[in-house]
T-cell receptor, first 115, second 118 residues
């Protein structure tokens, strides 16, 4: 079955440091990939998405992600972390072996940002 | 961007009662709506998918008689948790998508409803 794996349930960085959140997908057919952010007791907000156009995708709040087919990865990065980036981040996949209806989420990575 | 609202944001109910959660797309027509359940510090688990005017498609392991989903209009879907039990306590999130025009349409998420069953 289609799935995404997020390595690391927690990632801690200092303010101003590089943010790297990892996501790997499993699919024989390249899917559509998404990164969402969730703040406490809130719904999900789309950060960015890959839909088979450019492999380097820029999103909101300074985040970007690169689709690497050879590594089946879609890691999320931000050059300089802000305190406001502290939240839960979910990688999600749609399409590929799953079909176009379902959005399947990874287990999430909590980003902690220290001053 | 498009907005999806949920009501109520929080609800507390007694065991054995039923509770209804509403999900509305405010500025677009949601041909497909999704209901997710999220346990504390865990990911979102898809419960069911509904297309306007059709019966919902439930994921494996989700009791359709317990979690009643109605998607009677293009802007409203409801989830009714029947005969609620404490183990039904969770954060429920709806999502809506406009499928008109084909392609990869974005899913928009509601703010969630926290259900506590006492």
């Amino acid at each position: 079955a289609q799935s995404v794996t997020q390595l690391g349930s927690h990632v801690s960085v200092s303010e101003g440091a590089l943010v790297l959140l990892r996501c790997n997908y499993s699919s024989s057919v390249p899917p559509y990939l998404f990164w969402y952010v969730q703040y406490p007791n809130q719904g999900l907000q789309l950060l960015l998405k890959y839909t088979s156009a450019a492999t380097l995708v820029k999103g909101i709040n300074g985040f970007e992600a690169e689709f690497k087919k050879s590594e089946t990865s879609f890691h999320l990065t931000k050059p300089s972390a802000h305190m406001s980036d502290a939240a839960e981040y979910f990688c999600a996949v749609r399409g590929g072996n799953t079909g176009f209806q379902k959005l399947v989420f990874g287990t999430g990575t909590r980003l902690l940002v220290s001053p | 961007g498009a907005v999806v609202s949920q009501h109520p944001s929080r609800v507390i109910c007694k065991s054995g009662t039923s509770v209804k959660i509403e999900c509305r797309s405010l500025d677009f027509q949601a041909t497909t709506m999704f209901w997710y359940r999220q346990f504390p510090k865990q990911s979102l688990m898809l419960m069911a998918t509904s297309n306007e005017g059709s019966k919902a498609t439930y994921e494996q392991g989700v009791e359709k008689d317990k979690f009643l989903i109605n998607h009677a209009s293009l802007t409203l879907s409801t989830l009714t948790v029947t005969s609620a039990h404490p183990e039904d306590s969770s954060f429920y999130i709806c999502s809506a998508r406009d499928n008109v025009g084909g392609g990869i349409r974005e899913q928009y998420f509601g703010p969630g409803t926290r259900l506590t069953v006492t």
